[in-house]
């Protein structure tokens, strides 16, 4: 059974940096396309990029540019989330999303809290 | 950017009744492939999202066949044909023809 499992709550003063974990399990990782989407408390759903697990291309909305970084490890099935220059209203709950076509899977999501 | 506005906001539904939710698209969100990429999402409360719909009419795997997509262009609707208890959410529509990737607002379904 494919599963997405993420990185655990975090807790950031204004201005750090974060980075978030998606591990994949049984299955071939580099079929895959993953987006990264966010929900601050209350609100609705918030794209905030995707990365080809098969050559690392990446596309992120312009609001977001410069501050935000995805990567992937190939070897351990993992997809990465770096969001830097953290600020309140960064705090959300963070979701990593695999797709390819007819496939769609989502992780838990991870809390990410921004508070001085 | 593709803004996609849905209606209504909030859908208070009988059980057993049906439902509808309409998605509109700011630009045609048909593909250079002639393919439409627009996907229905829910999120039932305190839950991840989970794809419902994608390429207009094409139903998940796993997904009951209550749920169904429509629409062209830019006119876009998910309906659901008796609404269940377990249907209880917010639902989101998402466009995946352009870059950036976005979401509607969503629809709080609830039942009456």
């Known amino acids: 059974q494919v599963q997405l499992v993420q990185s655990g709550a975090e807790v950031k003063k204004p201005g750090a940096s974060v980075k978030v974990s998606c591990k994949a399990s049984?299955?071939?990782?580099?079929?895959?396309?993953i987006n990264w989407v966010r929900q601050a408390p209350g609100q609705g759903l918030e794209w905030m990029g995707w990365i080809s697990a098969y050559n690392g291309d990446t596309k992120y909305p312009q609001k977001l540019q410069g501050r935000v970084t995805m990567t992937t490890d190939t070897s351990t099935s993992t997809a990465y989330l770096e969001l830097m220059g953290l600020r309140s209203d960064d705090t959300a709950v963070y979701y990593c999303?695999?797709?390819?076509?007819?496939?769609?899977?989502w992780g838990q999501g991870t809390m990410v809290t921004v508070s001085s | 950017d593709a803004v996609l506005t849905q209606s209504p906001l909030s859908l208070p539904v009988t059980l057993g009744q049906p439902a509808s939710i309409s998605c509109r698209s700011s630009?045609?969100?048909?593909?250079?492939?002639?393919?439409?990429?627009l996907n229905w999402f829910q999120q039932r409360p305190g839950q991840s999202p989970r794809r419902l719909i994608y390429k207009v009419s094409d139903r998940d795997s796993g997904v009951p066949d209550r749920f169904s997509g429509s629409g062209s262009g830019t006119d876009f609707t998910l309906k659901i044909s008796r609404v269940e208890a377990e249907d209880v959410g917010v639902y989101y529509c998402?466009?995946?023809?352009?870059?950036?990737?976005?979401f509607g607002g969503g629809t709080k379904v609830e039942i009456k």
């Open positions: 998402m466009q995946g023809t352009h870059w950036p990737r976005t």
């Open positions: 049984n299955y071939t990782f580099l079929s895959y396309g």
């Open positions: 630009q045609s969100l048909v593909y250079r492939d002639g393919d439409t990429y």
């Open positions: 999303e695999l797709i390819s076509g007819a496939f769609d899977l």
